[in-house]
């Protein structure tokens, strides 16, 4: 068992630039979620994806962001035109599919580190 | 915005001694959980309970939930310098598929 893992673990890019995270959860979970965190706070909730079904998202998922999983495995999260304010790790998540979806133990992937320049 | 909030902000205590720390949400739960996080190894998943249950042990941990207050206490006894770290509580409620974080303890642990 690896885990669940991300790439890149840092990323540093300018205002406006694209940016593309991957994350790749244990492989026998179908639920996958992806948080922000910044500085000091909680994860916050982005979107959550049930096999390759995204069924919830957070209204802090701007139309500059979006995420997939098209084969129900691994997922990624896009961030356009990027801003400054977008600086922040990125967390990924994911929880067994033969659990309640009332019960539910996430594992955490180690994240990804965004710095906005 | 985040629902729950973890009281206090911060604590620091000598290795031996418990630690308490308090998460106070907002709406009706299913469940609370409790997760560790240090630059060491990221979040961890510590425990969790159910909003039928009012108290829970694993370890050295003790959780307990009171759903009228809308409340939860994590203790940790016999502390050790290992422990610190952030702790989270994050809630999750009928009707939606997120878990909402509380903003975090930080736990010092003095050796």
């Known amino acids: 068992d690896t885990g669940v893992s991300q790439d890149p673990r840092h990323k540093i890019t300018k205002r406006g630039q694209n940016v593309t995270f991957r994350c790749d959860p244990i492989s026998e979970h179908n639920r996958l979620y992806w948080y922000r965190q910044t500085l000091g706070q909680g994860p916050e909730f982005l979107t959550y994806f049930q096999n390759e079904a995204q069924l919830e998202k957070s209204r802090l998922l701007s139309d500059r962001f979006s995420a997939e999983r098209p084969k129900g495995s691994f997922s990624t999260l896009e961030i356009q035109r990027t801003e400054q304010g977008d600086s922040a790790m990125y967390l990924c998540a994911s929880s067994s599919s033969t659990a309640s979806l009332f019960i539910n133990e996430q594992f955490f992937g180690p994240g990804t580190r965004l710095t906005v320049l | 915005s985040q629902q729950g909030e973890e009281d206090p902000q911060a604590l620091s205590i000598q290795e031996g001694e418990n630690a308490t720390m308090n998460c106070s949400y907002k709406t009706s739960i299913n469940n609370l959980q409790w997760y560790r996080q240090n630059s060491g190894r990221g979040l961890v998943h510590l425990i969790l309970i159910r909003s039928n249950e009012r108290e829970k042990h694993s370890g050295r941990l003790r959780v307990t939930l009171d759903t009228s207050k809308k409340s939860s206490s994590l203790l940790i006894t016999a502390s050790r310098a290992a422990d610190t770290a952030s702790y989270f509580c994050?809630?999750?409620?009928?009707?939606?598929?997120?878990?909402?974080f509380g903003t975090g303890t930080r736990l010092k642990v003095l050796a």
């Open positions: 994050a809630t999750f409620s009928s009707g939606t598929y997120k878990y909402i």
